[in-house]
Nanobody, 125 residues
Framework: QVQLVESGGGLVQAGGSLRLSCAAS????????MGWFRQAPGKEREFVAA????????SYADSVKDRATISRVNAKNTVYLQMSSLKPEDTAVYYC??????????????????WGQGTQVTVSS
């Protein structure tokens, strides 16, 4: 199994930026593709971004495509989500997840077997 711990959430003003981190432990990090998902109050959890094992393949939700960058450093067992031009509608708990389907940056939540506990991001207007 792989364990995932997110960090970097907090309160930010609209228009601001933040970087979320997700540290993995337990298994070889490069065996996994990684994804970021979020869940706002009263809403279903939704896809944000994903990255394959090497970092060469990425995918983004349309809602964040021009404002988010996902990256990873395998030597540090860490995946990042950089977001800019934040909007109040970005307020959510952000989760990172790992899938053994490592070659593809899949947005399909069902393919992710391992999940972190989440980190709260609140964007004030």
């Amino acid at each position: 199994q792989v364990q995932l711990v997110e960090s970097g959430g907090g309160l930010v003003q609209a228009g601001g930026s933040l970087r979320l981190s997700c540290a993995a432990s337990g298994r070889t990090f490069s065996n996994y593709a990684m994804g970021w998902f979020r869940q706002a109050p009263g809403k279903e959890r939704e896809f944000v971004a994903a990255i394959n094992w090497s970092g060469a393949g990425t995918s983004y939700a349309d809602s964040v495509k021009d404002r988010a960058t996902i990256s990873r450093v395998n030597a540090k067992n860490t995946v990042y989500l950089q977001m800019s031009s934040l909007k109040p509608e970005d307020t959510a708990v952000y989760y990172c997840a790992a899938t053994e389907y490592r070659s593809i940056a899949t947005p399909d939540q069902a393919m992710y077997a391992y999940w972190g506990q989440g980190t709260q991001v609140t964007v004030s207007s």
